[in-house]
């Protein structure tokens, strides 16, 4: 087992800072390409309760509907900035296995404690989601999570082979492994081309899935359907309208602060390297950005 990198809590902000740059990145594409987005998961919380990241809080996440999502890939073509990022899912890397997508910042580095084997692209990365329309109905629910449930441990195969805690998962692992991970992908995207055929109760990003019980089939698809400015780290990004309904489904009272016990710090690393940036460069960027899109409408 690799040793664990300690981050202090000035290397902390440095992450925080390269995600938000990211995060501005993604923002800037999608306002120029009429694409909708929002902040998710701690990101929308922070958002939501700190105006900003949660202070102890190491990663960051946008989601998408899938209709968006294929939009911002197509823009991405254009617009990325690729001397900085990369795009980062099973289409851009060969060996890339998660259900969804990454943003990454090159020139960086921060891998998983016990996921240095794993061969795909590494980096400081934000998290991209997409969700899916969920069937109606009880059965069909069940059903579908089943399914996708099985293509996550396929996917996962390949960590799970070395790091499931004990021999039997572990051999499980091994067998899932060798089943091709493109016909994983191939069989989710059937199932999500499937379920978007109509608008349903719910939508959910099911190989990676919402950790409470009440959203263990999805959230409302209600939610994703109106979009607003919110406030985070000093600038307009993007949120749901009822951000409200959607965090307190994902954390109940999400507007009070964990015990002190429980504000859990960085993920563990085995290897992390970051670059400098700072909240001002990072504004100005976007403020040149906005500008820029405004003059171009006339504006």
């Known amino acids: 087992m690799s040793k664990k990198v300690e981050l202090s809590a000035k290397d902390l902000r440095k992450l ?43 990663d960051a996440d946008v ?18 900035d690729r001397e900085r990022f990369f795009l980062q899912e099973y289409r851009t890397d060969k060996n890339y296995r998660w259900g969804y997508a990454k943003l990454r910042r090159k020139g960086t580095e921060f891998i998983r404690l016990g996921q240095e084997h794993m061969k795909y692209k590494t980096g400081v990365c934000i998290d991209v989601f997409v969700v899916d329309h969920v069937p109606d109905g009880e059965l069909m629910r069940r059903m579908y999570y089943g399914a996708n449930f099985f293509i996550r441990k396929v996917m996962y195969s390949e960590l799970g082979r070395t790091a499931a805690e004990n021999p039997l998962q572990r051999r499980i692992y091994r067998y899932l492994y ?25 939508v959910s990003h099911l190989l990676y899935p919402y950790p409470s019980k009440e959203t263990k089939y999805g959230m409302p698809a209600e939610c994703f359907e109106n979009y607003q400015d919110i406030e985070f780290e000093g600038m307009q990004l993007r949120s749901f309208v009822d951000y409200d309904r959607y965090l307190t489904l994902l954390y109940h009272d999400y507007m009070e602060l964990p015990p002190v016990e429980k504000r859990q710090g960085p993920g563990e690393a085995s290897s992390v390297k970051l670059i400098d940036i700072t909240l001002e460069e990072i504004q100005k960027r976007k403020a040149e950005s906005d500008k820029e899109r405004l003059e171009k409408r006339g504006i």
């Open 16 to 58: 925080q800072l390269i995600e938000l740059e990211m995060i501005v990145e993604v923002d800037r594409i999608c306002r120029n390409n009429g694409i909708q987005y929002s902040l998710d998961g701690g990101t929308l919380l922070g958002a939501a309760r700190h105006k900003g990241f949660i202070p102890w809080d190491d």
């Open 63 to 80: 989601i998408f509907t899938r209709h968006e999502y294929a939009k911002f890939c197509r823009a991405c073509k254009k617009e990325l």
């Open 178 to 202: 060798k089943i091709p991970k493109n016909s994983m992908f191939h069989l989710r995207n059937c199932l999500a081309a499937r379920c978007n055929r109509k608008k349903t109760e719910l």
